[in-house]
């Protein structure tokens, strides 16, 4: 949160004028270059935080990938950013939606709660989906019984 509202602030001081252009900060209705609703808005930035989060949580599971992690995830966030940029501003981070709030002013502020609950529900998505696919106990208990039952055979 602290280094948001750092960099916001140097580029708030480096150029007064962003404030005139959106400086940054996510939005609907009136807020977002298409004036897509509030319930788009949401489903957007759930959307878009539970494919960036999920790619994070598989991506980092296999050692086999480990020295493309950074690039997967990435691009991962490109694709994101680039599919959500026209649509909300993409926030798929609450600090990097507050900060920006905070310096737009009033209007930004009224509708930074949907760049902060969206981002939540959609990260709790992606755990609640990579634990259904890639649920390690389960996989583990199967191995142990095959294990048993092939001993039990000998």
Do not use: C
């Amino acid at each position: 949160m602290i280094g948001a509202f750092l960099g916001k602030a140097v580029v708030y001081f480096l150029n007064q004028s962003s404030v005139i252009t959106g400086f940054g900060a996510n939005g609907f209705d009136a807020g977002s270059a298409v004036f897509i609703s509030l319930a788009g808005a949401l489903v957007v930035e759930i959307i878009l935080t539970a494919v960036f989060i999920l790619t994070i949580l598989v991506v980092t599971k296999d050692e086999k990938i480990k020295p493309n992690h950074g690039l997967i995830i990435g691009f991962a966030l490109t694709a994101v950013h680039i599919l959500g940029i026209p649509l909300t501003g993409t926030s798929v981070n609450p600090a990097r939606s507050l900060a920006p709030a905070v310096f737009q002013g009033a209007a930004a502020l009224n509708q930074v709660w949907v760049f902060i609950v969206g981002p939540f529900i959609g990260a709790a998505i992606a755990v609640g989906l990579y634990k259904l696919f890639y649920n390690e106990g389960a996989s583990t208990e199967a191995v142990k019984r095959e294990v048993v039952t092939e001993e039990e055979r000998i």
